[in-house]
């Protein structure tokens, strides 16, 4: 009897401890400042020239409740919060009820999140959840609910949740998907928009058709249950064949979300902008998107691939004396795929690892007539682990040939043979201090590319070449202000001079061995057959795995890299591997057409020379090839 009455004593006391802390925390919320819910989180992207192309919660088609279709209102209450306007942010039954679920299934089955609660989520950049962030946005709840109406708190939900495809707020999803004002929704659409929120990638209808309708069922369900609608017009609504439009009015661009993930992912990482924008009230991002350069790089996508709709790629345009990154793409049509490519995947380079290894044997000494036997070789290393690297087609001259052939054919044999002579920890020490970041194993093959980068890592070292030995940073957002017009972060250049300009001329110029008609002999140019399509000089390097091409190009005034391939890393043929190069010589002179286009001017200590550039030496009347190579002056090749 006596354990029994101190148990009710002690649950008296939790009642009561938790009736009073509740009113102590909804008092003190309502004494402390009101938050601004309608302007917090606000994200305006501007681009280069400082026109608006894409805002984070549609502030200027925010529209009142009283301007929605009920239907909407209705569906939205009943499948994420049915019991919205009876309680005070928080549901608790609705806590235990998936905790007891959620323990019985072993795994997470099924959340408690009220709409208010989404709301306070929403009113935070995706910043990574911890147990700081959760009680702060359990505090934003209680702070919503005390100083705004069951409708203001709704009103705010609706305006800014995520509709899928980039599109926040009902009104312009309504827009986006139907073409009509959010008032003038049906029963069936508004039931399919209200489904969509809760996985936008997999359930609007202009990504997986099949699955947003399972889920537009489960809304029209919910309503029956909540007595919004019944079975009749339930059968009818999901029944009702949609018609999908998927426009924006402005930049109706299927590549240009993967430009604003970019940016928000950058945006993350940046150290001097508060998780919450509740007090700034708000961010005006300004971006190196040049919109020309994005339209350019779309219409190259689809004209180059249009041949296959399941090839997948990954693009970045920058300007190489500040590292701007002008135009992206993660995919070909985000409504697709949102999975961005461009900064979230890492594919093996393949061949396009070469010019790096290159630059660390003229530094140590090569030259550009720099010979080595080319046929085939098996390495041999300790415990007789043996490693037979083949050129490609199997095609071998049998015979000495100089570092300019060997760029130009991409020839392994002779690839390999420098990494060895050099050291295999020369190249990866190399790739660290033209500025990639990803670490990179010791390896007998890493000049054939066997390793794995993400492409905006991977061209922060090309750039390096590309500015002359000197390294940026490649970067989105240049400048952000808060709604006050207070700079809160401007990019500042960090340019580090980090290799040689003299070496780095020389490989320059070797890079454009790849395309030269002069070039060819036992074996062509890895590029010859894009020579047509180049009318600007271009410093050129292709990779070819068996899952992965890549191009890579660049002069004074662009830089380019392109990476074709599929996700499931089914293998690629023969004419699969020529899209990235096409694609490259498409985006690169369709830009600098009408520009004025600039190769670099040849430093002091370099010297032209005119030699066979197949086996290095000086040419002469006999010579059958002839072409122009640098030299450090000293080392070029002298008459024998």
Known sequence: MKKIKLLLLFSLICVFGFIFGNFGLFFYAKITPKIDIKNANSVFLYDKDGNLFFQGNGKNEWISLNEMSEYIINATVSVEDKNFFHHKGFDYFRIIKSAYENIKAKKYVQGASTITQQYAKNLYLDFDKNWERKIEEAWLTIKMEINYSKEEILEGYLNTINYGNGVLGIENASKYYFDKSAKFLTLSEASMLAGIPKSPNNFSPLNDELEAKKRQYVILTSMVNNNYINEDEKNEAFNTKLTYIGKKEKYNLATLMYYQDAVMKELRDLKYIPESLIETKGLKIYTNLDINAQIILENSVNNNLKDNQDIQVAS???????????????????????????????????????????????????TAST???????????????????????????????????????????????????????????TMKRVGVKEELNILPSLPLGTGEINIIDYLTGYNTFANEGIKNDLYLINKIVDSKGSVLFKHKNNAEPVLDKNITYILNDLLTTTYDYNMIDYNSPTCLNIAPRIANKWAVKTGTTDYDGWAVGYNKNLLVGVWTGYDNNQKLDTGESTYAKKLWADVSETYVKDKEVSWYEMPENVIGVLVNPIDGTIANEKSKKKRILYYLKGTEPLVK
């Open 371 to 429: 010979t080595f036997l080319s046929e085939p070789t098996t390495f041999t290393f300790s415990e007789n682990k043996d490693y037979t690297p083949q050129n490609y087609a199997k095609l071998y001259p049998f015979q000495q040939i100089a570092m300019a052939a060997a760029l130009s054919y991409s020839d392994n044999i002779y690839a390999v043979k420098t990494h060895l002579f050099l050291g295999e920890d020369v190249l990866v020490e």
């Open 316 to 366: 970045v345009m920058v300007e190489p004396t500040t590292g701007k990154i002008i135009a992206l793409t993660g995919g070909r049509d985000y409504q697709k795929s949102q999975f961005n490519r461009a900064t979230q995947s890492k594919r093996q380079v393949g061949s396009t690892m070469k010019p790096f290894l290159y630059y660390a044997a003229l530094e140590n000494g090569f």
